[in-house]
């Protein structure tokens, strides 16, 4: 009887435990789908360099919503211009709106309003953000996305939400700047960055861009990693294929990356065979704007004994590393080895076979 007890007592615990059991093991999965994705419009954590800004600033293209206790007159929807002013009734001049906070527009509001009404009691919210286009970014990432800049962020920050980049990018990021700083005197932190970036240039259309490397943001380097202002288009850049056939352990395209040399990409192939003849390895290259390729005769072997210089591949570039004649001095011995070997079993598979007792 106590056995059967124990049984039961043991069997019932059982019963009891297993369902917890099993929601312990399932919390973790429940836990893991509940966290939000962190959106461009929330506040930067605690501690972050960029959470200096905690109340948004206006601009040309925000809407602001007024109320004035007992005068529904002054009541309704402002928007501001595009001098960044506010034209409000009963107030002469245009209050200056831009790179300013409600906080300090609905007390400039108060005081104003002061001259012909006693205690002013004043409502001010933000109804509509259109001062700050989106920052898109596109090219090799992941997931090419569009954010809405309501707080400042950095370009790491961003490549990140989109996913990351891609193995097609070229080693290289393109910042354009659609519209000026929005208030330069909040953000010393974009001049300072800007004034250290790798380089700069202009497009066809003339508008200037600024260019950063992958390789600096991922070793953590503050100039690689530049605030993105709002309307700004981030583009990692997508790399050109380059492809290498003929006598090379993994013939095979890749992609180029900035500058990727002929000895870097025989490695990244695996190297050359012993059948190769690294004298002469033939570059195809593609002549602008046209279909015609050029064809480059690169001394291979003189270049892995710093002979000779490297040489920098270029997109679309066609390597062909050729094989060694059969009676060359590199080849002569394999030749004559594969002629005897060939030789002999040629002759096995015909002769007869006897067996000796």
Do not use: W
């Not at 049984?7 to 399932?26: C, D, E, K, R, Y």
């Not at 569009?146 to 400042?152: A, L, Q, S, V, Y």
């Not at 490397?213 to 070793?219: F, G």
């Not at 056939?245 to 990356?257: K, M, T």
Request: hydrophobic fraction near 40%.
């Amino acid at each position: 009887m106590k056995a059967t007890r124990v049984i039961l007592s043991f069997a019932a615990f059982s019963l009891l435990v297993a369902p917890v059991q099993g929601q312990q093991q399932q919390g973790p999965s429940t836990s893991i789908t509940a966290v939000p994705a962190i959106s461009i419009s929330e506040r930067p954590a605690p501690g972050n360099l960029l959470s200096a800004r905690r109340e948004y600033t206006l601009g040309p293209g925000d809407a602001v919503e007024l109320k004035v206790l007992g005068e529904p007159q002054m009541d309704g929807v402002y928007e501001v211009d595009g001098d960044g002013n506010l034209s409000l009734p009963f107030i002469e001049q245009p209050v200056v709106a831009q790179c300013r906070t409600v906080k300090a527009l609905r007390k400039e509001v108060m005081t104003e309003l002061a001259e012909f009404l006693r205690t002013p009691q004043v409502y001010m919210r933000v109804r509509e953000k259109g001062s700050r286009p989106a920052a898109v970014v596109y090219g090799a990432v992941r997931s090419p996305a569009k954010f809405e800049m309501h707080r400042p962020a950095k370009l790491l920050e961003l490549l990140s939400s989109s996913g990351g980049v891609t193995e097609q990018h070229n080693g290289t990021i393109q910042i354009t700047h659609t519209l000026p700083q929005f208030c330069p005197d909040e953000e010393p932190q974009v001049a300072t960055e800007a004034a250290a970036t790798d380089s700069s240039a202009t497009d066809e259309l003339g508008i200037p861009y600024t260019i950063y490397k992958v390789s600096d943001l991922k070793a953590g380097k503050a100039e690689a990693n530049p605030v993105i202002r709002p309307g700004d288009i981030v583009y990692v850049a997508e790399a050109s294929p380059v492809y290498i056939i003929g006598a090379v352990n993994a013939p095979q395209g890749f992609y180029l990356r900035d500058q990727t040399t002929l000895s870097t990409a025989m490695a990244m192939v695996g190297g050359i065979r012993r059948d190769a003849n690294s004298s002469k390895v033939r570059i195809y290259r593609q002549r602008p704007n046209s279909t015609v390729r050029d064809e480059i005769v690169a001394d291979y072997k003189s270049i892995k004994k710093n002979k000779k210089d490297d040489i920098i591949l270029q997109p679309y570039d066609v390597i062909e590393v050729g094989e060694s004649h059969q009676f060359s001095k590199g080849r002569l011995f394999e030749t004559l080895t594969g002629f005897i070997t060939g030789g002999v079993q040629s002759i096995a598979s015909v002769a007869p076979t006897r067996v000796l007792y």
